[in-house]
């Protein structure tokens, strides 16, 4: 028998051996490579929307949205540095629009949602229908589709871009252009599709007025819409113990998340209450929208203020309170993690 010393430095002299065969042995590395459970490198963090939002209109200052393409202050996760992501799967950006300006047409792959953080009037156009976005609104560009941005209001307007940039990467199936004009000819007009396919109906399958894609025609879901939905959930269900009032967003297509690789939820947690402890495979970006409360991420305590970001990683055990009516958006990766059979979550 190999004697253990022995042993380590034959093994040393046979990697520094291989290596340059590109080969390397699995047996020091599989603990790393079949965790038993999810040991992200991606950490708990919150971005606060008041230092943001400074950086922000301080790089407005210096750079037009159309020279930057997208004017956007990346939301990196001080574990992932370098990775321009918030959790390994996704990314999220701040985008600044002043009046006047315009984000130029383009299309890629990835697949982006945009909720809106600050301004009134600004729009997105998907395929040259304008969505006119109000604070909290949420807008879909799904992969593939035309986009571009303007602001014709007088104030500046911020909102959070969500995108499945790492995941793509990950796939290497990324794929952009740019619109040969600054924007898209306007197809319909604004309101068009939520009037068409956002009331639980839809025009009929391959007639006229079909219009959009049919796997993913709505891009619009008001807060004037999902607000109010909340607050009856909230005068009527039995809370639950380890979410609150929580709705997600669907895609009238199929009853799924909004989008193939992101889903994304709204949660009311009234004054007082504490929600137990829970974690899941989908590490997750919330954004507060109205309220003030607290995030006990395995018991580190962070402090939640209207519009911050937090971002909680994978498997690390949460609990929320609220101080005042606490209300939350988010969004994760867990709708294509449920495609893969991956999703797990415990709630204790
Ligand atoms: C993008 O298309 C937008 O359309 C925002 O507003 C952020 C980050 C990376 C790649 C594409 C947008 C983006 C992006």
């Known amino acids: 028998m190999t004697q253990p010393n022995d ?78 992501s918030i959790v390994p799967s996704l990314y999220a950006g701040l985008q600044l629009i002043l ?17 809106v953080l600050e301004g009134e009037g600004a729009f997105t156009a998907l395929d040259g229908e304008k969505a006119i976005m109000g604070p909290f609104d949420l ?24 995108l499945d940039i790492p995941t ?17 000819p306007e197809t319909a007009p604004p309101g068009d599709t939520l009037a068409r396919y956002g009331r639980n109906l839809r025009p009929v399958r391959g007639s006229a007025a079909d219009r959009r894609p049919a796997h993913q025609p709505l891009f619009h879901y008001p807060y004037a819409d999902w607000r109010p939905a909340l607050d009856a959930m909230a005068g009527a269900a039995t809370i639950d113990p380890h979410l609150g ?15 193939p ?32 409360g607290r995030a006990v991420v395995e018991g580190r305590e962070i402090a939640l203020e209207p519009r911050d970001v937090l971002v909680v ?3 690390q055990e949460l609990r929320l309170g609220a101080a005042d009516d606490l209300v939350l958006f988010s969004y994760s990766d867990r709708a294509a993690q449920e495609k893969l059979n991956l999703y797990r979550e415990e709630c204790a």
């Open 7 to 84: 042993q380590r430095s034959q093994l040393e002299a046979l990697y520094a051996e291989m290596a340059p065969a590109n080969l390397t042995p699995l047996w020091e590395s599989l603990a790393q490579l079949v965790p038993k459970r999810p040991q992200s490198p991606a950490v708990v963090h919150r971005w606060s929307y008041d230092q943001a939002r400074d950086y922000l209109i301080r790089a407005g200052d210096l750079i037009s949205a159309e020279q930057a393409e997208r004017r956007v202050l990346i939301l990196e996760n001080p574990g992932l540095q370098g990775l321009s």
């Open 99 to 115: 009046p006047g300006e315009i984000a130029p047409a383009h299309r890629h792959t990835q697949c982006a949602l945009r909720f």
């Open 139 to 162: 807008v879909l560009t799904p992969g593939w589709q035309w986009h571009d941005h303007g602001n014709p209001s007088d104030r500046p307007m911020i909102w959070l871009d969500g």
């Open 168 to 184: 793509v990467r990950h796939f290497d199936a990324g794929f952009a252009e740019s619109f040969p004009e600054k924007t898209h």
């Open 245 to 259: 009032h929580a709705l997600e967003f669907l895609n009238p297509a199929d009853g799924g998340p909004v989008m």
């Open 261 to 292: 690789t992101i889903a994304a939820q709204v949660r009311l947690l009234p004054a007082g209450f504490e929600t137990r402890a829970r974690r899941s495979t989908d590490g997750t970006v919330f954004v507060v929208v109205e309220g003030k």
């Open 313 to 315: 990683p994978s498997w």
